[in-house]
């Protein structure tokens, strides 16, 4: 069991790094740096808090999944990700999860983002 428990973790945690290609360059940075840091941070929970963590994180390789696909067929070129989250959601977090979460949304809002990742690998002359 311990062995398939790996495997699954390491496929869903490559999933999600794969599917983050699709994101603009500053919410890749952001979101990489986010996913290994909680993966970090749940590897020694208990067996019911990994199987909610992986529930959760298998649910936004979905969700991620099905935008890209749907950003792909859009014609306007102008991309759209993330998703609404509901009060009931945010009731079960505990005040450690409320605050991660306002830094990230902190974070992907900043107009001057700490990213600054050039489109163009060309060097400047």
């Not at 428990?5 to 290609?21: D, G």
């Not at 450690?96 to 902190?106: F, T, Y």
Request: glycine share 4%; aromatic share 8%; proline share 5%.
């Amino acid at each position: 069991m311990p062995g398939r428990h790996v495997s699954r973790v390491r496929a869903l945690y490559k999933r999600v790094l794969q599917l983050h290609r699709v994101l603009p360059p500053d919410l890749k940075a952001l979101g990489d740096q986010y996913v290994k840091d909680e993966f970090r941070r749940h590897k020694s929970v208990g067996s019911d808090e990994a199987q909610r963590f992986l529930q959760e994180w298998e649910v936004y390789a979905t969700v991620l999944s099905q935008q890209a696909n749907e950003n792909r067929k859009n014609s306007t070129g102008k991309a759209c990700f993330g998703t609404f989250l509901p009060e009931e959601k945010l009731n079960d977090f505990r005040d450690e999860q409320i605050g991660q979460l306002q830094e990230l949304m902190q974070e992907a809002t900043k107009p001057n983002r700490q990213f600054s990742i050039s489109e163009s690998t060309k060097p400047k002359f």
